[in-house]
């Protein structure tokens, strides 16, 4: 088992940055996938972005070219970047590994 902490979310205007962090504990982030997902309120939670050792990166086409994902394997830390950021983008973010999932952070676009 996996345990996940999100940090990094807040409020940002339209055009802004953001970059979120997902600190995980346990001994096995090097086993699996890494995702982001986000959710917002009365909708589905969707994929964000995606990472897995020897296979290309998954970006939801709603945030490719804006946003990247990425891992520090020595430090058991997950990262997405979110540059020219949406009020569309406002949603709750989670990390994922395996079947676990941290608790979410809050992004807020303001336009």
């Known amino acids: 088992q996996v345990q996940l902490v999100e940090s990094g979310g807040g409020l940002v205007q339209a055009g802004g940055s953001l970059r979120l962090s997902c600190a995980a504990s346990?001994?096995?982030?090097?086993?699996?996938?890494k995702a982001w997902h986000r959710q917002v309120p009365g909708k589905q939670r969707e994929l964000v972005a995606a990472i897995s050792s020897g296979a290309p990166t998954n970006y939801a086409d709603s945030v490719k070219g804006r946003f990247t994902i990425s891992r520090d394997t020595a430090k058991k830390m997950i990262y997405l970047q979110m540059s020219s950021l949406k009020p569309e983008d406002t949603a709750v973010y989670y990390c994922?590994?395996?079947?676990?999932w941290g608790q979410g952070t809050q992004v807020t676009v303001s336009s």
């Open positions: 994922q590994i395996g079947g676990d």
């Open positions: 346990g001994s096995i982030f090097r086993i699996y996938p």
